[in-house]
Nanobody, 123 residues
Framework: QVQLVESGGGLVQAGGSLRLSCVASGRTFSRYAMGWFRQAPGKEREFVAAITPSGGAAGYVDSLKARFTVSRDNAKNTMYLQMNSLKPEDTAVYYC????????????????WGHGTQVTVSS
């Protein structure tokens, strides 16, 4: 019932920054908690960040808290992930996801997923 499309990925050198976007279809975007996940080659998909429907609160995996910031603009049906001081280990496909109810770090609790955008950080 919700379609999500990520964009903003690309190739960046270590220490650089990228801002990812996730655009949602429909008029109910503001009712959904949103999350960012990533999956590197050979690894499981892991939680990155999540944000409440209003954008009033956000959560991050501890290892990324100092470098990544999640935000949303409900008027544009868009969620963002600002990534600073990127490291080669940040290389992954980044996915956005949406869920009803409370925001969560649990992959299995999300109802809708985008197809991902590739982020590659060179050393």
């Amino acid at each position: 019932q919700v379609q999500l499309v990520e964009s903003g990925g690309g190739l960046v050198q270590a220490g650089g920054s990228l801002r990812l976007s996730c655009v949602a279809s429909g008029r109910t975007f503001s009712r959904y908690a949103m999350g960012w996940f990533r999956q590197a080659p050979g690894k499981e998909r892991e939680f990155v960040a999540a944000i409440t429907p209003s954008g009033g609160a956000a959560g991050y995996v501890d290892s990324l808290k100092a470098r990544f910031t999640v935000s949303r603009d409900n008027a544009k049906n868009t969620m963002y992930l600002q990534m600073n001081s990127l490291k080669p280990e940040d290389t992954a496909v980044y996915y956005c996801a949406a869920k009803s109810g409370l925001y969560s770090a649990d992959r299995g609790s999300y109802d809708y997923w985008g197809h991902g955008t590739q982020v590659t950080v060179s050393s």
